[in-house]
């Protein structure tokens, strides 16, 4: 399962004096086990539950899209040195995810999407991604599926 790989590499990276890896993987689980406690409290559950690993896909997806962000207000702060460091987590983190589908397999699920669902315009964006996402969660940054779709709109 993906969170004990992750916890094995946590335990490498610290054998390894690995600063940066520890503290990425560190906050990753960290991540996870609140995710845990919070479908915990969702479900009024007694026993201990665990996220399954689409769950946990989700919770990388999530830290590496904060990332990003932070990125972008590093650069415009001149901050190239913690945008780097940015940088630098977000790859620790893309190894847990699966492999990313291309720009052409991309555009070829969202054309097949928008023949299959008869999409005209930008008003069909809701659709089409609904459609598309359950194909591609994981696999494909969704802020440019989304420049896509619209683009081929």
């Excluded at 996870?32 to 769950?55: A, C, P, S, T």
């Excluded at 194909?135 to 802020?143: F, L, P």
């Amino acid at each position: 399962m993906l969170k004990e790989k992750i916890q094995q590499n946590l335990n490498q990276a610290v054998k390894n004096r690995d600063e940066l890896s520890s503290s990425v993987l560190r906050m990753l689980l960290a991540t996870i086990l609140n995710k845990e406690k919070e479908k915990k409290f969702k479900l009024k559950e007694e026993k201990e539950i665990k996220l399954i690993n689409e769950e946990i896909i989700e919770v990388i997806s999530s830290e590496i899209k904060k990332r990003k962000e932070a990125i972008e207000f590093y650069l415009k702060g001149d901050r190239s040195d913690l945008a780097e460091k940015e940088k630098k987590e977000i790859e620790i983190l893309q190894e847990y995810l699966p492999e990313q589908l291309s720009e052409e397999e991309i555009r070829k699920l969202i054309q097949g999407v928008i023949r299959k669902i008869g999409a005209k315009d930008v008003k069909d964006i809701g659709k089409i991604m609904s459609e598309l996402m359950p194909q591609i969660k994981g696999r494909a940054d969704g802020t440019f599926v989304l420049k896509t779709i619209k683009e081929l709109l």
